[in-house]
């Protein structure tokens, strides 16, 4: 072999190595970028369907319903603030990201919990057997039993 040849043949591998790496480094990010997105819309779809099943309910006074809903992310808990009649002042709750949202006179009642609160959003008017319920989530699921009251829903 000539000493060009060798040259070239270093110049190709050396080509071929990065466009590999830049093929991996693409192929990596579009996949990081699949999975945030793929939980965002998990997250859209659990938000919409509570949201909707509460509306759904809430002018057929004495129905109920039961509904299955899957929660996105790493969720460990779902937390509901009671805001029918009105919303209640939280205290001693082990829960003090929702306690100060709540007492601060943010209107969001459904609390989405890690070790701490990380997202919340208004589900509609909910009447609770207590000020703050929290469920635990098995198997990225929760069940609930929503009982329409005409003005409001109650969930237990």
């Not at 991996?24 to 909707?52: C, D, H, M």
């Not at 939280?90 to 070790?115: A, W, Y």
């Not at 959003?121 to 929290?134: P, R």
């Amino acid at each position: 072999m000539r000493k060009g040849q060798i040259i070239g043949q270093v110049f190709i591998y050396i080509l071929a190595v990065i466009l590999t790496a830049i093929i991996l480094g693409y192929g990596y990010r579009a996949i990081v970028s699949f999975k945030e997105k793929s939980e965002q819309v998990s997250y859209i779809n659990f938000r919409t369907e509570l949201q909707n099943a509460v509306e759904a309910i809430t002018p057929d006074f004495g129905s109920v319903k039961i509904i299955d809903l899957s929660v996105p992310g790493n969720f460990k808990k779902v937390c509901l603030v009671r805001n029918y009649p009105s919303f209640p002042a939280l205290s001693n709750t082990n829960q003090p990201i929702i306690e100060d949202s709540i007492n601060s006179g943010v209107e969001k009642n459904v609390f989405l919990v890690e070790n701490i609160a990380k997202d919340s959003f208004y589900a509609g008017k909910i009447d609770l057997e207590q000020d703050l319920y929290c469920i635990d989530i098995v198997n990225s699921q929760i069940r609930l039993r929503l009982e329409g009251k005409g003005d409001h829903t109650k969930i237990s």
